[in-house]
């Protein structure tokens, strides 16, 4: 299961109508790719129920739940000025895994593997789109836009890795710690359940994850400045800012 942050702009944090026309196609599709992703592992491990239910599709309808992807996340950002939510879960059925360990390890990391490619590829077109403005001047004020959004989707992803792997239930990371745990241990951990949800949100609240989410900072920051040359002015002072 993926449950997905909107991470804090670096260094902007004013949501302004362009920028929210930036960042939610990036957004919703950086989710969609991850629930794939969920799906298609599941798929390769033998288990047939995501693509049954016709959730190995792009169609965004499919992937939108009314709670977690419209209610709360626009709640919490009305009342605490922050974002939490995700796509509807893939169903998958573990029991169907022709190695249950192994194939429960893989679905539950196929999805943050799936944005850390997205982070890496968004780099490289951010990359060749400034190559096609330096060489077609014509071509600068849609390629600002589209640089921008490559942009946006390097730290977005970077921080849906990030946030879906803490070890918290129902998060994806959770499906991995558990392996790490004597079987009791495990069982009570997995029943956080709801709680898990209440337990994330006070910790983005109060930000006991800055720590956490650190690494995502450093690794944005890195693949800013190996395309740095690139990069438009007119991306950095219209869009990325």
Not at 61 to 78: A, S
Not at 101 to 129: E, M
Not at 159 to 166: E, H, R, S, Y
Not at 215 to 230: D, K, M, N
Request: aromatic fraction near 10%; glycine fraction near 6%.
């Amino acid at each position: 299961m993926g449950v997905d942050r909107l991470s804090r702009p670096p260094p902007r944090t004013d949501l302004d109508f362009r920028l929210i026309l930036l960042i939610a196609p990036v957004m919703l599709f950086s989710v969609i790719a991850h629930e794939i992703a969920h799906g298609y592992a599941a798929l390769r491990q033998g288990d047939t129920t995501a693509r049954d239910m016709g959730r190995l599709t792009w169609n965004p309808i499919k992937h939108i739940d009314l709670w977690l992807t419209i209610i709360l996340p626009v709640i919490l950002f009305q009342t605490m000025h922050m974002a939490i939510g995700g796509a509807k879960p893939v169903p998958v059925d573990p029991r169907n895994y022709r190695n249950y360990r192994r194939g429960d390890i893989i679905v539950s990391l196929a999805g943050v593997a799936t944005n850390l490619v997205i982070a890496i590829a968004c780099t490289i077109l951010a990359a060749l789109i400034g190559l096609a403005a330096h060489a077609a001047e014509g071509l600068v004020p849609v390629a600002a836009i589209a640089q921008a959004m490559m942009l946006w989707a390097i730290y977005l992803n970077l921080g849906l890795v990030a946030f879906n792997l803490i070890p918290v239930p129902p998060l994806d990371g959770s499906h991995v710690v558990k392996y790490l745990l004597p079987p009791a241990w495990a069982a009570q951990y997995q029943r956080i359940g709801f709680a898990g949800i209440v337990l994330l949100i006070l910790m983005v609240k109060f930000n006991f994850l800055d720590w956490w989410f650190k690494p995502v900072e450093l690794a944005a920051q890195g693949l800013f400045h190996f395309i740095s040359r690139l990069v438009l002015p007119e991306t950095t002072q219209d869009w990325f800012r």
